[in-house]
């Protein structure tokens, strides 16, 4: 299903409805990451979001956009991290009901915060496509709204951030952002290219999930794995309205690039070092893509996105050891 | 040697200096907390500035107050850690030469931290005292300003925070504050004391580095051990001037107290899995003292600060096992 797609002018009306709840978050320069990377290293954190992660500016703008009758009926989503946090926080604070369908076993850490933010949590099936595919039918039921992970409001809202980056770097050369559904980049897409076409802008996936990456390349989808532990970048289709923004000649990313699950790691380490900040990794992916690609950065000024810390002191002590 | 010490006027006052080049930092909610100590909680994140920690507000607000022939000679101070960081990061950004002493063996990564962000670094001593010693000794030749940690200005900057507490939750109850050499504890006292004299105050220092505990109950010094592995506590003796406000009848703290090394080490953990950010000790006491005394804390609403991260990726592997 193609939905619509916002323009510029949309983020810009979203930032009335974000800035009621949530505060624009910082951008620091690390003269140590700069070394490393040999550029002048700037990272944008949607990570010190309460929730830990930019796409509460979307669920909170989707939010204030429901009619009385839609917020009492409510939002219904699927989830089994940052997304289901994000939309129970924009809820909460707009007085909204949120039910969210997670798999059999989902972690319980995760389970819990969604219900510390006043959700309803069920359980239903055994992935999440069997979870998202159970809840969607659920809202027709209901007459409720069904949240994908791409609505035109949430991309709207998280656009904010790089209206925040426009305005405290306004000569940004390069944007690096990942990629799971596309909001974010294509938040970041509608911004920079309207504000400034030269600005670069480039996405990362994993190595492992490569299905929005592939779709962008060749324009159709293809079988992709999706092996990732990664969580925030484990997409097993590419969305249409955000693939739409991506690809766009003008509008759309300059490049995609892939990282390993050895590269994430290493920028998980490497974060937690200079910065004191715990990414999860596809928080720590834009890092990734940027010592990857160094010799292409030299001397430039580059945002990276840091957004999610959904990473479990298990994972974290295994990725230590 | 007794420094005056600054009052609610002056805080306001350093807001002008300090937001021209920091941003106030947020008050973030924290649901699963609240759960585990049975109260509200609220998390001051003095830990999103990007040096790492709420001292980088009094550097700035020094250096703004110097004169151009003091801006040119600059600042010599001393440091292993966060002190040192905040102030180079504070000539940075107002164009002041910064001069650091650090004692011979000092953290190679704290080291490159300080010259990244500007300043000359210099070892001398064997420890940080001898360091300290050395440094005076050069300002004194030099006719340059020696930078303690007590500063008034330096009160001043660091009080600013405290007012953002009380501007995001102006119905705060109680405030809970890591104890080094007490700028930041006396900030909130002279903040909150005066808006509003029934909010509770309460200082936290590690048991195994008590001198500033001791000095408080006691009125006057006594042989401390300075054993803990809290960098950000480790002060071997109690400073004159935030020994008088913390210590003042009305605009003083209301109590102290002192948290193990254990406490410690088990509230970073829970920092990194509730909030997902990476404390050193120093930044998580406050966590520490509130799971201690919770009996006192039953439904109110309490404010922890959070400040400094750094802590070493081998200490926290160490940690984590």
Partial sequence: MFKPYPNFTDIQKAQKEVYRFLKPTPLHFYPELSQLVNASIWIKHENHHAVGAFKVRGGVNLAAHLTLEERQTGLFTASTGNHGQSIAFAGQVTNTCVTIAVPNGANPTKVAAMRSLGAEVIFAGQDFDEAREWIAHQAII???RFIGPTEPELISGVGTYALEILKDL??????????GAGSGACGVCLVAKTINPAIVVIAVQAEKAPAAYLFWKNGQ??????ETFAEGLATRVPFPNTQAIMRHPTKGINDFVLVSELEM??????LLEHT?????AAGAAA???ALK????LIGKKVVLVVSGGNLSIEGLRQILS
């Fill in 293 to 296: 690609i160094k010799e292409r």
């Fill in 287 to 289: 890092l990734a893509a």
């Fill in 221 to 226: 989808s293809a079988a992709a794995k999706m």
């Fill in 170 to 179: 306004p000569d940004v050369e390069v944007i690096i952002v990942p990629v």
């Fill in 265 to 270: 790691k290493q920028a998980i380490i490497l």
């Fill in 142 to 144: 209901n007459g409720t």
């Fill in 276 to 280: 004191h900040n715990l990414a999860e």
